[in-house]
């Protein structure tokens, strides 16, 4: 069993910066893909972030390009989400997911590729 805990989420003022850190315990895999997703109040959870198991490939919705950097240490079995010009849109529960054992094809953008989630950490950006 893959336990994943998430921290680092708060409140900020637009524009402000966060990073969040998902660290991993129990038995896991480090050739896995690693990614965020979030919920805000009335929608679906939807794809913020992904990365590949050697982070050569990270992948963005557009909605976060150029604002957020997704990375991970492995020797830590950790992964991190940078966000930086925070606007109040990004105010949501941000969850980190985890592929588990690694799958032949990968569709990072999809929640149904990972295995385990965090139990979310909110993050509130006021305007």
């Known amino acids: 069993q893959v336990q994943l805990v998430e921290s680092g989420g708060g409140l900020v003022q637009a524009g402000g910066s966060l990073r969040l850190s998902c660290a991993a315990s129990?038995?896991?895999?480090?050739?896995?893909?690693m990614g965020w997703f979030r919920q805000a109040p009335g929608k679906e959870r939807e794809f913020v972030a992904a990365i590949s198991w050697s982070g050569g490939s990270t992948y963005y919705a557009d909605s976060v390009k150029g604002r957020f950097t997704i990375s991970r240490d492995n020797a830590k079995i950790t992964l991190y989400l940078r966000m930086n010009s925070l606007k109040p849109e990004d105010t949501a529960v941000y969850y980190c997911?985890?592929?588990?054992?690694?799958?032949?094809?990968?569709?990072?953008?999809?929640?149904?590729?990972?295995?385990?989630w965090g139990q979310g950490t909110q993050v509130t950006v006021s305007s």
């Open positions: 997911a985890g592929e588990g054992r690694a799958h032949s094809v990968k569709n990072y953008y999809t929640s149904s590729l990972y295995d385990y």
């Open positions: 129990g038995r896991t895999f480090s050739s896995s893909a």
